[in-house]
T-cell receptor, first 111, second 113 residues
Framework: SQTIHQWPATLVQPVGSPLSLECTVEGTSNPNLYWYRQAAGRGLQLLFYSVGIGQISSEVPQNLSASRPQDRQFILSSKKLLLSDSGFYLC??????????FGPGTRLTVT | QKEVEQNSGPLSVPEGAIASLNCTYSDRGSQSFFWYRQYSGKSPELIMF????GDKEDGRFTAQLNKASQYVSLLIRDSQPSDSATYLC?????????????FGAGTRLAVHP
């Protein structure tokens, strides 16, 4: 079975600072990878997904970007954080029949 | 706009009772359906998935799908306080591709002793 790692677990960053969140997957190859954001008390918002190295699709226009430099590595970045970027960021991996499995998440607070 | 609707709750049930969680979806061509459990402060955990009309049982959990009514539900038998969580319904729409899921906002379940 696959294991999804995310770091850091929590992050407090000032407005205007850069961001880099990392997700790595073990136990599978060539997965589809996803970044979601969950605002407090809200549902999951799909931000980006990737079907392979270097292939990124964006779901929501924003000041965030994503990259997939290796098969099992997915990175979420920002050059300048906004207050509205606060939330719980989740990386997910999927194969085969489409079930998505989530990592432990990164809780980001922008101050 | 593809949508997945859930009652936000809270749904309060006594310990030992059956909890019934419901979800409707707008895309008639949707092919696969998932239920996730999310404890407060934690990431979602997949507990059930269903692709065909009818019931699918796994331990105390039963997923029910009615594609004609665009309705999927999750039954939890013999509810325990440890089942208290938010339950997210997710749908893979026919045109979604790449196994993209559309999530509902979740139903909060509270099981009281």
């Amino acid at each position: 079975s696959q294991t999804i790692h995310q770091w850091p677990a929590t992050l407090v960053q000032p407005v205007g600072s850069p961001l880099s969140l990392e997700c790595t997957v073990e136990g599978t190859s060539n997965p589809n990878l996803y970044w979601y954001r969950q605002a407090a008390g809200r549902g999951l918002q799909l931000l980006f997904y990737s079907v392979g190295i270097g292939q990124i699709s964006s779901e929501v226009p924003q000041n965030l970007s994503a990259s997939r430099p290796q098969d099992r590595q997915f990175i979420l970045s920002s050059k300048k954080l906004l207050l509205s970027d606060s939330g719980f960021y989740l990386c997910a991996s999927a194969r085969g029949s489409g079930e998505q499995y989530f990592g432990p998440g990164t809780r980001l607070t922008v101050t | 706009q593809k949508e997945v609707e859930q009652n936000s709750g809270p749904l309060s049930v006594p310990e030992g009772a059956i909890a019934s969680l419901n979800c409707t979806y707008s895309d008639r061509g949707s092919q696969s359906f998932f239920w996730y459990r999310q404890y407060s402060g934690k990431s979602p955990e997949l507990i059930m998935f269903i692709y065909s009309n009818g019931d699918k049982e796994d331990g105390r959990f039963t997923a029910q799908l009615n594609k004609a009514s665009q309705y999927v539900s999750l039954l939890i038998r013999d509810s325990q306080p440890s089942d208290s969580a938010t339950y997210l319904c997710a749908v893979n729409p026919f045109s979604g591709g790449y196994n993209k899921l559309i999530f509902g906002a979740g139903t909060r379940l509270a099981v009281h002793p």
